[in-house]
């Protein structure tokens, strides 16, 4: 059928990933084509198959979101990228727009957001989508000489960060889950105003987060 809407999802989360997918073939004219786990998933599935639409996380192993957002959108210029994820950050959320994505979508949003997004994105390719919290958009951006917001143990995260250790590696140097490292990550970008892992270790080095 020609107006079926072609989707990717990629999030290394495989329980999230697999019920964003579930979501997505419940709507009508909805095909989910693939799903990959990485930003390297990402930009090699764009490459090979063109969706309309590729749905997918911030924080994944890979290039980084906004290098994979540079890359698909110069692979494959008709897909429209929607970002969905638990990063709810204005610095963030800027970058990937500049560099191609369509929209930009909290992990809290619905079957309804999520399916309006895609049929959004899909109706106008010069218009933008939002959904993060007004606090995000509104609030000023937080400076990067506030150290004493960082946690002990987000410190320790951002310590191994910096040393270039993946998520796994984190996780298993601290004894915590991946997603308990992605959690902190998390907070770490949103209180350090970050957009990405190389940001968030810049910035913490500007604030002397590492200091002694």
Do not use: W
């Not at 949003?109 to 007004?134: C, F, H």
């Amino acid at each position: 059928m020609t107006d079926e809407i072609r989707i990717v999802v990629v999030d290394d989360h495989s329980l999230f990933r697999a019920g964003v997918t579930e979501l997505l073939r419940s709507v009508p004219g909805f095909v989910v084509e693939a799903e990959g786990a990485s930003g390297t998933d990402a930009i090699a599935l764009c490459r090979q198959l063109h969706p309309h639409v590729l749905i997918m996380d911030v924080e994944m192993p890979g290039p980084g979101a906004p290098a994979t957002v540079r890359q698909v959108s110069r692979d494959s210029p008709t897909t429209r990228i929607i970002v969905l994820t638990m990063h709810d950050s204005s610095t963030l959320v800027r970058e990937l727009i500049g560099l191609g994505a369509s929209a930009y979508l909290h992990k809290s949003a619905g079957r309804p957001e999520l399916a309006a997004a895609v049929n959004s994105v899909m109706r106008d390719a010069d218009q933008v989508l939002v959904a993060v919290s007004r606090t995000s958009m509104l609030g000023p951006e937080r400076s990067e000489s506030t150290p004493g917001l960082v946690s002990a143990r987000e410190l320790e995260v951002l310590t191994l960060l910096a040393q270039g250790l993946s998520n796994s590696e984190i996780a298993a140097r601290l004894f915590i889950s991946d997603s308990t490292v992605k959690r902190h990550l998390t907070n770490v970008y949103a209180k350090l105003g970050a957009a990405s892992r190389v940001d968030a270790v810049r910035r913490a080095q500007a604030a002397n987060l590492f200091a002694g």
